[in-house]
């Protein structure tokens, strides 16, 4: 989840601010970029969009 957390880290400055710009809470984002959640196809989407990335890269990542 390294990976994840430097592209959140590249367009926002903190996972929180990222979570506001998501509408999540900062706790939601936090157990998915810790793998203790897996997030859905809807999440997945909203995520993708937001940091500027194909879906099937978040996909890989979330699947590796």
Request: glycine share 6%; with cysteine.
């Amino acid at each position: 989840m390294n990976e994840l957390r430097g592209m959140i880290y590249s367009h926002f400055r903190t996972e929180a601010e990222c979570a506001r710009q998501l509408g999540w809470t900062r706790q939601k984002l936090n157990y998915i970029t810790n793998g203790k959640r897996m997030p859905d196809i809807r999440d997945v989407n909203v995520l993708a969009k937001a940091l500027d990335v194909e879906v099937g890269k978040l996909i890989n990542i979330f699947l590796s």
